[in-house]
């Protein structure tokens, strides 16, 4: 059985949530969207590659967050405010719609170390279901 | 959307700051009505409108009354919910801080959050009270919403789904309703409401539920069967004025799905899928054929008594939900060639076949005389257009059937014919005529009076070289000079016979070389001279001990091959015993003996001449009949119940005797007491034993032990002993090979049951197919009952998912239940999947609503087996 649970990459981790990799997690449109394939098992102890390379992937998804964050939300903020002014369309405005349809196009997910530790068969499942998902 | 907070920071327009602010403010209210009504629902068990809408109603104030309390609810705990859920990254906490200081609610749109909710939710509110939030100052109230603006709930799908599963959500609320609340006529129940209009029955919830499901079955369900079986559990559970509204859609339905549904697969679906799922169909639909009859008739009784609470109307509406094609596949021998053959039949009508030439029509009481023309008249055309005709046919327990309707099925190529329960006499000359074939006839009725005395010689004279095997509820006259076959010829073929009586063709000493079983209702004057390759006899009714001496001898004389003998009835003594060993040949072979009791020792103490008698029977049985597998005595060992135990000991084999240990694998004795000796006698035998009663002092203590000993049991009484439910459960789950347990009495009166049953379900092995609960009255209202909950049996099963039947038996009536009845989520609201299973005729042990239930059960087995 292949567990998707933990598919997309966790946001940053924030002091005092307990396991928010778990709970917090990047929205697809984003992953795909994004320009460096990114890791599933960032900051988590899931991940079983050197030190280095764990630290490589959470900076990769670190990145990927603060690029939400720092470029395409205020990106969002400056088209919507500039497109829309109406306060009647304002209030009908679907926010939720807008926030989930940031991004376009498809990136590979990284090969994160737990992957590689899936036999072939398995690896061929697993990508086959991710298709599925997509 | 956990961003909104970081979207909301960089907003400058005022107009979109209060949007994302409301879009935020609007969830975490959402979640929380959400929380607090699931957190209720734990709590209360209660699924009605009232508390619910309650609680929306001090929610939505809290949230938009203008109170003190209001604005501590959006400083604190409404605060720390978007903390958390939006505006926890970077600096948002700390502008989020900043308004709150301030008047909070003017950041926000309380008229949008407020028009949003119900909709999300699933409360209807008044379309008065939605224009007024619009009005100004609206909101400076400190109530804004009152109870009787909330007009009610409705359970809210997401994922797309349409009005055709809101049915099914539905249905699951009346589940989970409490026992309690069901009924409206409780006036203690109606205090708990201040409104008559929010105080919805068990009722109003599934006549919703059949409304929906009439509206939507046809074109919106996506899987037309399992629709069927939602209607038909909410169909069979409503009250009798609403079952009589529903009644009319729901069989219109049922006829759509025969007559066009089952011949049209889905698209899309594998060929494998979609005969499974017409299987699904076909044993829901056989259910629903008793369930249906319980509710339009008062009992499942042989003789037709309609309920009066049901017109003509109805009564004709069920007889239309019974369709031949699906009724004649159900008769087909047995569950494997339903699941073959017959459902190929049934999907591709056109394919030649020859299932409809051999049937088997058992328990089919609930067709009228007219249905029963109707299934004829399909079976027929059926046979002509395969070109075939009968070769077995039986019909046991069909009381409604008129015999002569099945002169068109009868013809040479019948080989096996047996008519049980109707009147076989007026087919009588068409079976002597057309029938030269037959290798097994039974005509059994307790109608028939007037029988010609030479019907033997009648039906001898056309079916002499093929019939084997006869069984007639007449007597057997030679009535000299009629026929051209002889005394010495009559019956030379036959290897069976079963009759009332045949005293004249005995003393005549009639030649039947071939006769393996004989059947009689009366003893006297026999001689077996004629018949030296019989194996087993059987006197049904009454027989004197004088009469029984005579029988033994004469067979000892006679019948060395004897393996069986049977006198339900009779009262067997060490005289008879010693009469039959006197037959070496029998001593070898005998392996069933089956009698009412022990005659006890005339003269002196009683009590201690039955015990010594009794013990000298054992004792010989043990030591000259070696084959012995079998033993029923069916009143009961030994006068006196303590003695039982020891009693046992004499089938012991002595220490250093030479005689072998019997291979007893059946015993049938009413339980005593005297564990001590019963522990030894199941060590003796526990290799060999799978059927036994234990007795009454058996306790908890006792079951480690019983554990050892009866791991090969198949069959366990244990109505007698004194087990709690821990021994119980502990005792049941170490007896892997077990099919059928009754369970402790004491465990089976009113509320023990439930608990039992619940205790026992989980650990009950996969084999086991029925629990009998023996109780001390009638229950007619006992399972299902609306004062008795009735726990969902299958689902506690885990994983073992075969049905098991319940049967609740009392003195003259039983209630059987089938768990999962209607697919596997054995759910079908207060039991009403349990069904009167009323005997017959008095001392029969036939009921038509078991035999049917055996067969939908085993149909769910052997479904489950192939799949």
């Given at each position: 059985m292949l567990d998707f649970s933990r598919l997309w990459p966790p946001e940053i981790p924030k002091p005092?949530?307990?396991?928010?990799f778990l709970i917090r997690k990047l929205r697809p449109e984003l992953v795909r969207s994004y320009s460096k394939p990114l890791c599933s098992?960032?900051?988590?102890?899931?991940q079983t590659g050197s030190a280095e390379e764990k630290a490589e992937n959470s900076q990769d998804v670190a990145d990927a967050f603060l690029h939400m964050l720092k470029e395409l939300i205020p990106t969002l903020v400056a088209k919507l405010q500039k497109e829309i002014s109406d306060p009647e369309s304002i209030a009908k405005f679907n926010v939720t719609e807008a926030l989930h349809e940031q991004g376009k196009g498809c990136s590979p997910i990284r090969s994160s170390s737990s992957f590689d530790d899936l036999s072939c068969r398995d690896k061929y499942a697993a990508l086959g279901c991710l298709v599925v998902s997509f | 959307m956990r961003h909104l907070g970081v979207l909301w920071c960089h907003f400058d327009n005022k107009d979109w700051k209060n949007r994302v602010l409301t879009e935020a403010v609007f969830r975490v209210a959402k979640n929380t009505i959400q929380t607090l009504m699931r957190r209720a629902m734990k709590t209360l068990q209660f699924v009605n409108d009232e508390p619910y809408i309650r609680l929306i109603v001090d929610y939505v104030n809290l949230l938009f009354g203008d109170t003190e309390e209001s604005a501590a609810y959006w400083k604190t705990e409404l605060r720390w919910n978007l903390e958390k859920n939006?505006?926890?990254?970077?600096d948002c906490t700390k502008h989020l801080k900043r308004i709150v200081k301030k008047?909070?609610?003017?950041?926000?749109?309380l008229v949008s959050i407020l028009e949003r909710l119900p909709g999300k939710l699933g409360f209807q509110v008044n379309e008065e009270f939605m224009q007024k939030i619009?009005?100004?100052?609206?909101?400076?109230?400190?109530?804004?919403?009152?109870?009787?603006d909330l007009l009610g709930l409705e359970p809210v799908v997401t994922?797309?789904?349409?009005?055709?599963p809101r049915a099914f959500a539905l249905y699951e609320q009346v589940i989970i309703f409490p026992h309690q609340f069901r009924?409206?006529?409780?006036s203690s129940i109606k205090?708990?409401?201040?409104?008559?209009?929010?105080?919805?029955?068990r009722d109003d919830l599934l006549k919703k539920t059949t409304q929906t499901l009439a509206r939507?079955?046809?074109?919106?369900?996506?899987n037309h069967f399992l629709t069927f079986r939602l209607w038909s559990k909410a169909v069979i559970a409503l009250s009798d004025e609403e079952f009589l509204k529903a009644f009319p859609a729901y069989v219109a339905y049922a006829k759509w799905l025969f007559g066009l549904k089952i011949l049209q697969p889905t698209e899309g679906l594998s060929e494998e899928t979609w005969r499974s799922f017409v299987l699904e169909f076909v044993k829901d639909y056989l259910w629903m054929v008793l369930g249906l009859y319980e509710r339009c008739y008062?009992?499942?009784?042989?003789?037709?008594?309609?309920?009066?609470?049901?017109d003509e109307n109805t009564i004709q509406l069920y007889q239309d939900f019974l369709d031949p094609a699906l009724l004649v596949l159900s008769a087909l021998p047995s569950a494997q060639a339903v699941i073959g053959e017959g459902l190929s039949a049934l999907l591709e009508p056109e394919r030649p076949t020859n299932v409809y030439e051999n049937l088997n029509f058992v328990?089919?009481?609930?067709?009228?005389e007219r249905k029963w023309a109707d299934v004829f008249d399909y079976i027929g055309r059926q046979l002509k257009r395969n070109g075939g005709g009968m070769r077995e046919l039986r019909i046991v327990e069909?009381?409604?059937?008129?015999?002569?309707?099945l002169g068109p099925l009868l013809?040479?190529?019948?080989t096996t014919l047996e008519i049980v329960g109707p009147s076989w006499l007026p087919l009588f000359p068409s079976i002597c005529s057309?029938?030269?074939?037959?290798r097994r006839l039974v005509l059994s009725s307790r109608?028939?009076?007037?029988?010609?005395?030479d019907w033997v010689q009648q039906l001898m004279a056309t079916m002499h070289d093929s019939l084997r095997e006869l069984s007639l509820s007449g007597h057997l006259a030679y009535v000299e000079g009629?026929?051209?076959?002889g005394a010495d010829c009559?019956?030379?073929?036959?290897e069976l016979l079963s009759c009332e009586s045949a005293t004249d063709l005995f003393a005549k000493e009639?030649?039947?070389?071939?006769?393996?079983s004989l059947s009689i209702s009366e003893s006297r004057g026999y001689s077996f001279k004629g018949c030296p390759a019989l194996r087993s006899f059987t006197v049904r009714g009454y027989i004197r001990d004088t009469d029984m001496l005579e029988v033994c001898q004469r067979l000892a004389e006679s019948?060395?091959?004897?393996e069986e003998i049977q006198f339900p009835d009779g009262w067997l003594a060490i005289e008879q015993l010693e009469a039959l060993s006197s037959s070496e040949a029998i001593c070898k072979n005998l392996r069933k003996i089956s009698v009412n009791q022990f005659r006890p020792l005339e003269g002196g103490n009683e009590d201690d001449l039955c015990l010594a008698h009794e013990t000298l029977v054992l004792r010989l049985l043990s030591t000259k009949?070696?084959?012995?597998t079998h033993l029923s005595v069916t009143t009961g060992l030994?006068?006196?119940?303590?003695n039982q135990g020891e009693l046992l000991q004499s089938l012991l084999s002595s220490p250093g005797s030479d005689n072998p240990k019997l291979p007893l694998e059946y015993l049938l004795v009413s339980p005593g007491r005297g564990v001590t000796g019963w522990l030894s006698f199941l060590h003796q035998f526990k290799d060999t034993l799978k059927e036994v009663a234990l007795p009454g002092?058996?306790?908890?203590?006792h079951v480690s032990e019983l554990g050892d000993l009866l791991t090969g049991i198949e069959a366990v009484d244990l109505s007698a002993t004194l087990l709690t439910i821990s021994g119980l459960k502990r005792l049941l789950s170490s007896l892997?090979?077990?099919?059928l347990v009754r369970l402790p009495s004491a465990l089976c009166r009113g509320e023990k049951l439930a608990a039992a049953l619940i205790a026992i379900m989980p650990i009950l092995?996969?084999?086991?197919?029925t629990v009998f609960a023996n109780i001390d009255?009638?229950?007619?209202?006992?399972?299902?009952?609306?004062q008795s909950a009735w726990p969902r049996l299958l689902e506690l099963r885990k994983g073992a998912v075969l049905p098991v039947q319940v049967v609740i038996e009392g003195i003259d009536n039983s209630r059987a239940k089938l768990t999962?009845?209607?697919?596997?989520?054995?759910?079908i609201i207060d039991g009403f999947?349990?069904?009167?299973?009323?005997?017959?005729?008095?001392?029969?042990?036939?009921?038509a609503a078991k035999l049917r239930l055996n067969f939908i059960q085993s149909l769910h087995w052997e479904g489950n087996t192939m799949a």
């Open positions: 005092g949530v307990r396991a928010s098992d960032a900051f988590s102890r899931f | 939006f505006f926890y990254v970077g008047d909070f609610k003017e950041h926000v749109s619009r009005t100004q100052g609206f909101f400076r109230r400190a109530v804004v919403v009152k109870e009787q994922s797309g789904l349409t009005e055709q009924y409206p006529d409780l205090a708990f409401f201040t409104d008559d209009k929010h105080f919805a029955t939507t079955a046809k074109p919106l369900s996506s008062s009992s499942l009784a042989s003789i037709e008594l309609r309920d009066p609470r049901y328990g089919f009481d609930f067709l009228s069909c009381t409604r059937l008129d015999t002569s309707i013809g040479p190529m019948l057309q029938c030269r074939n037959l109608r028939d009076y007037s029988i010609p005395d009629v026929g051209s076959l009559l019956l030379a073929n036959l009639f030649q039947m070389p071939n006769l393996r019948c060395p091959l004897s009949f070696s084959s012995i030994s006068k006196v119940p303590e002092d058996v306790t908890d203590e892997r090979s077990l099919t092995g996969t084999q086991v197919r009255c009638l229950v007619n209202e006992g399972l299902g009952h609306p999962g009845a209607l697919g596997r989520e054995d759910d999947d349990a069904l009167i299973v009323r005997r017959l005729y008095p001392g029969s042990d036939q009921s």
